[in-house]
């Protein structure tokens, strides 16, 4: 009894105690940001310890997803003092966006607190002198391309994720998406970047009206891709182009795969520059009329999208029907066409299914397209998975490669489908490609992907951030709730382990699914 007593007193002073520093970072941010712009809610800070695809309740054994906070910063200035308490008190800080990625980026792995940078979403300046806009990191893409649209202009690319995903958010993950074909990546829209640094300061980098080389202008690119480690975005110059006289989409439907990919490298061979070319098998499909959605019954498809004018239009669409007649393509209607372009924003809906999606993203070569299809297909077997590939093409030697699965993230067996993102980066290695990202579990690949060049990058990382509080567990170093490094061997090994489990008789995932009787409701 009295060892129960003991234990009762030890558990009611640990209470206490973390009730007391609860209560002191609330008044310590509310001081900063005030009171209506700060939450400790346990509810409300739930909400915050997952992103696109939520993660198993029981990753909390080895992360801290929950954070000690949420604040919601409206200045640099604020940011800065944030930061500046956060170095303080030694709590890590997570920034995030849309949280629209899939690999646990905008995920704490120590608690700490969590910057919602969304109260940050203005458009500064719409320079049209200079053909520039300047924006806060919290605006969406979606908004920022009707904002420009009104007047007359388009973003060069945007994430297909373009109505939650962030300015800051996308930038923070190097991304590709629409428009990449033509315009490059994220890295190839900005002209300049405000940061704040993980000791305070306030910098910023590049030139905001003319594209610059010299030395320092092009640190705005090393923080691209930084999934949020080196510090925050707080202010951010684009490109901008005159809207073209029109987007004209095209699809192309195959019998195969292997025919899909031949069309795709005679595309990306010619003289032709579409805006955007993405493509689906048939998985894809079918599961959007299990949800009681039109589409056609395909084996694959390619959905593109030109812009120009109608007369260059018209010739370069005539080019594109020569290349995939050659390649036993067929042409679709401009209905369904149109209908495929406009719900690029919404191929993630199949999510509904699940109800949870597991996206898995990798980069390779062209030449490569087929075989990664292939070897995704074997995986998909494998595990048993309820699972379509999609992806877009990225640059002329370069496919996003797409994959999702269904699953069911309120289910232990769930956890094992998480694999899944590691075997096709497996694949995208072995492919001469890479994954897409980093983000909570695969830090690991850092050695892989850079060689020696990952100790540099480390050590840049321990010099600007020496108290380890910008976004730890990321990128360079995986990390648990308690601060140990996860080996890159034993992260490979429970991948491996999970994917060997989720192929055992039995442990097949079975989502429910509620399918409309009316095909044609939207």
Not at 257 to 285: G, Q, V, W, Y
Not at 307 to 328: F, M, Y
Request: some cysteine.
């Amino acid at each position: 009894m009295a060892e129960e007593a003991s234990a009762e007193k030890r558990n009611q002073i640990e209470n206490d105690t973390a009730e007391i520093i609860h209560t002191e970072l609330f008044e310590s941010l509310a001081k900063i940001v005030s009171e209506s712009r700060v939450s400790d809610e346990t509810l409300e800070r739930r909400l915050y310890g997952h992103d696109l695809a939520p993660l198993p309740k029981m990753m909390e054994m080895g992360f801290k997803m929950l954070p000690d906070a949420v604040v919601r910063p409206k200045t640099a200035l604020e940011v800065s003092r944030i930061i500046k308490l956060a170095v303080e008190k030694q709590l890590p800080v997570i920034p995030r966006g849309g949280a629209s990625w899939a690999l646990g980026g905008a995920v704490p792995v120590m608690g700490g607190i969590v910057l919602d940078l969304a109260t940050m979403s203005s458009i500064i300046e719409i320079d049209e002198e200079n053909l520039t806009v300047t924006v806060e990191p919290g605006i969406t893409w979606a908004d920022l391309y009707r904002a420009l649209l009104r007047k007359g202009y388009l973003i060069g690319a945007y994430p297909s994720s373009a109505l939650a995903a962030t300015v800051g958010g996308w930038i923070n993950t190097g991304g590709v998406g629409v428009g990449s074909y033509k315009y490059g990546g994220v890295e190839k829209q900005i002209l300049a970047l405000e940061m704040v640094l993980p000791k305070g300061e306030i910098i910023t980098f590049g030139s905001p009206n003319v594209k610059s080389g010299s030395f320092g202008d092009n640190l705005r690119l090393f923080f691209t891709g930084s999934e949020g480690t080196l510090g925050i975005i707080t202010k951010v110059t684009l490109r901008i182009y005159p809207a073209p006289e029109e987007i004209r989409p095209i699809a192309y439907t195959f019998l195969n795969t292997k025919d899909m990919c031949e069309a795709i490298s005679d595309i990306t061979r010619s003289t032709i520059t579409p805006l955007h070319i993405s493509f689906f098998d048939k998985n894809h499909f079918d599961f959007l009329r299990q949800m009681g959605k039109e589409t056609p019954e395909i084996d694959s498809m390619i959905v593109l999208a030109l812009e120009g004018t109608k007369v260059s239009l018209d010739h370069e669409e005539a080019a594109l029907d020569i290349i995939a007649r050659r390649h036993g393509g067929e042409k679709q209607d401009k209905k369904l066409s149109n209908h495929e372009w406009e719900e690029r924003f919404f191929e993630m809906r199949v999510k509904r299914l699940g109800p949870t999606i597991v996206l898995a993203e990798g980069m390779i070569p062209v030449s490569k397209m087929h075989e990664m299809i292939t070897g995704s297909s074997k995986v998909i077997k494998r595990m048993k998975l309820r699972a379509a590939i999609t992806g877009m093409v990225s640059d002329r030697n370069t496919v996003t490669f797409m994959p999702y699965c269904l699953t069911d993230e309120r289910k232990f067996r769930s956890m094992m489908t998480m694999s899944f993102i590691k075997k096709i980066g497996d694949l995208a290695f072995k492919a001469g490609g890479r994954p897409a990202g980093l983000g909570i579990f695969f830090a690991s690949n850092l050695k892989k992907l850079h060689a020696n060049g990952a100790n540099v990058m480390v050590s840049v990382k321990s010099m600007m951030d020496p108290h380890d509080i910008m976004n730890p567990g990321k990128t360079t170093e995986g990390m648990t709730r308690f601060g140990i490094p996860i080996p890159a061997f034993g992260m490979n090994l429970g991948m491996n382990m999970m994917a060997f489990m989720k192929r055992l008789p039995g442990m097949r995932i079975k989502p429910k699914m509620k399918v409309i009787q009316n095909p044609h409701t939207e």
